[in-house]
């Protein structure tokens, strides 16, 4: 894949400990859809109940945890520029939007970029929280030469790529369990 080496896994950027607190966090929010493009509701495309960390929230875990995660992704955004060597060109001034997602069985989120006409995103990340599920992968497929590569989920691990769209990307449907993990965009 020509692509892959901006596709980047950083294992263990958050030890099991502060995940499990994440997991434990995340299996008692109140999910909503989640949606495509301009606030539309399509299973078909994207099936995954998501809920946003904000840092207006009334919860001060939520708080806590948003400027928890802004701060670590955001470094390590600026960490994947420098040492890709585009920190030249870009720096990740602002995380600016952090979701928890909750995939269960047979949820998915076909082929799709994460910049658009409606957003402003630089780099794309995942933070992984759990394994303990089948199927869910993310794959990623070359748009030059269809070759696809899949990332193996480990908990506390983060995935780094360009948001643009020689990246497309996936998550297979789950066959069995939950899969909970962390997205983030920066600008």
Not at 37 to 60: A, C, M, P, T, W
Not at 136 to 148: A, R
Not at 159 to 176: A, G, M
């Amino acid at each position: 894949m020509l692509l892959k080496p901006y596709i980047q896994v950083f294992p263990k950027v958050l030890n099991l400990k502060t995940v499990s607190t994440i997991v434990k966090v995340a299996s008692n929010l109140n999910y909503k859809k989640a949606t495509v493009g301009n606030n539309v509701l399509d299973e078909k495309i994207r099936k995954v109940n998501n809920y946003e960390l904000s840092y207006f929230s009334k919860s001060l875990t939520e708080v806590h945890w948003f400027n928890f995660l802004n701060k670590k992704i955001c470094d390590l955004m600026n960490y994947y520029l420098n040492k890709n060597k585009l920190i030249n060109y870009y720096r990740i001034s602002n995380i600016n939007q952090i979701e928890i997602l909750k995939y269960e069985k047979t949820f998915h989120y076909d082929y799709h970029i994460d910049d658009g006409f409606n957003w402003n995103r630089t780099l794309s990340s995942i933070l992984f929280l759990n394994n303990d599920y089948e199927g869910g992968e993310l794959s990623f497929k070359d748009p030059l030469n269809e070759e696809e590569i899949s990332i193996k989920p480990e908990p506390g691990a983060i995935v780094v790529w360009p948001s643009n769209l020689l990246f497309p990307h996936t998550v297979k449907p789950i066959k069995n369990g939950t899969r909970y993990s962390v997205v983030a965009w920066g600008h």
